[in-house]
């Protein structure tokens, strides 16, 4: 067994990510079939109940994992996610952001006549506090998963622009795989998405390396969407481009949306030059 961890240790990076991927299905496989068995009949309970499960196995294995094969025994610490002012501050500055992109994009679309903004209904404060449970708990998940375990693994083999990109492009392309011909009508959300990645790990770096920031841009974006979306607040017009205002209303997915996302990167990518500079000058000093 010590000679398979030696092997999992030398391995450059895209082999270890696949060898813990081989070997957290392994682990997961035994307990989702019979979920798969049981429910079925039900396939969006069977989706949610797998990939919770896939996420609590993630989380129990990611210590035994790096401790094996890197010797370190507070990853999460590494990854950026620990209790302190700083990133609960930056939480609450992504969340800022991130909501005040969608309302500001949405409302945007409004105001040139490309949407329509619907009365809130009487239901909203129930989509409110659930948009802000499903915003931050897909924002927890999917950082720690790409801004920290995948952004470390990356980080210990290739420079910060590898790093950069690698991340972004498979944040992008894990949530664009689907059906090939879904994937042909939906391609315009995909540059988005890889945009978002990238995104994400500015705002890290924006925040020394901590998930705190990027947990809180991404929850608010989900958030805020969450709202106007699954609130009934938001009437696509039949006469406008979806490839204008967002394909499948994934405002990722349109012009518009690509374009405000990319006013946000400008800010992101500022905040991690900045600090980029700031840890350049703190170095040459001492």
């Known amino acids: 067994m010590q000679k398979l961890w030696q092997i ?13 991927f081989v070997t957290l299905a392994l682990i997961w496989l035994p307990f989702a079939i019979p979920i798969y068995l049981i429910f079925r009949a039900d396939e969006n309970l069977t ?4 990939m919770s499960l896939v996420f609590i196995e993630f989380l129990f294995y990611l210590p035994f994992w790096v401790k094996k094969v ?26 800022a952001y991130g909501f005040s992109f969608t309302w ?3 409302i945007f679309e409004d105001l040139l006549g490309l949407i329509n903004i619907l009365p809130p209904t009487s239901g909203l404060i129930r989509f409110v506090l ?4 499903t915003g931050l708990g897909v924002a927890f998940a999917e950082e720690l998963v790409f801004r920290g375990w995948l952004y470390d693994e990356l980080e210990r083999d290739y420079s910060p622009n590898i790093v950069l990109w690698g991340s972004a492009v498979t944040f992008g392309v894990s949530h664009f795989l689907k059906p090939w011909e879904e994937m042909i ?8 998405l890889v945009l978002l990645g990238a995104t994400l790990v500015w705002a890290r770096r924006s925040q020394r ?10 929850g608010g974006l989900v958030w805020g969407y969450y709202i106007f979306n699954v609130g009934g607040l938001i009437e696509y017009r039949e006469d406008i481009s979806p490839w204008i205002t967002g394909v499948d209303g994934n405002p990722l997915g349109g012009l518009l949306g690509i374009l405000f996302l990319g006013g946000l990167a400008g800010l992101m990518w500022r905040g991690a030059r900045q600090m980029a500079l700031k840890t350049q000058s703190r170095n040459a000093e001492n």
Not at 71 to 94: C, D, H, I, S
Not at 185 to 192: N, S, Y
């Open 8 to 20: 999992f240790r030398t391995s450059p990076a895209p082999l270890r990510l696949g060898l813990f």
């Open 47 to 50: 989706t949610i109940l797998t």
């Open 70 to 95: 890197h010797g370190e025994t507070q990853p999460f610490r590494r990854y950026g996610l620990v209790w302190t002012r700083a990133n609960g501050v930056g939480l609450l500055k992504g969340l």
């Open 104 to 106: 500001g994009l949405l």
């Open 130 to 133: 659930e948009g802000s449970l």
């Open 185 to 192: 009508r939906t391609l315009p959300v995909l540059p988005g």
């Open 209 to 218: 390396g901590n998930l705190g920031k990027p947990i809180g841009l991404h």
